[in-house]
């Protein structure tokens, strides 16, 4: 069984940064999608970045050029970096694993397995 665990969130002010952090067990991590999600109180869960197997990326335009998604493979670990930080990105954030490597999918119900999340809160 796939298991993901986010860590790295916590309280900053606008402005700031901060790097998240997804740790995946098993052997099959460099194979796959990972993507980023992130939902705040009353809203539905959105799509933040991705990145395939072959480390190419893509971005929902509300934090294009202040987030980077990046992987690490010999740590299977996935990495959110986030800079610019502003209040409208407070949420949970949750890290994603797809099994298809290839594709970049935007949409929750395409990944497979989920990690628990992990709180950001941007003060103004």
């Known amino acids: 069984q796939v298991q993901l665990v986010e860590s790295g969130g916590g309280l900053v002010q606008a402005g700031g940064s901060l790097r998240l952090s997804c740790a995946v067990s098993?052997?099959?991590?460099?194979?796959?999608?990972m993507g980023w999600f992130r939902q705040a109180p009353g809203k539905e869960r959105e799509f933040v970045a991705a990145?395939?197997?072959?480390?190419?990326?893509t971005y929902d335009d509300s934090v294009k050029g202040r987030f980077t998604i990046s992987r690490d493979n010999a740590k299977n670990t996935v990495y959110l970096q986030m800079n610019s930080l502003k209040p409208e990105d407070t949420a949970v954030y949750y890290c994603a694993a797809d099994r298809s490597g290839t594709f970049l999918r935007a949409t929750a119900v395409e990944y497979d397995y989920w990690g628990p999340g992990t709180q950001v809160t941007v003060s103004s």
């Open positions: 990145i395939n197997w072959i480390s190419t990326t």
């Open positions: 098993g052997r099959t991590f460099s194979r796959y999608t």
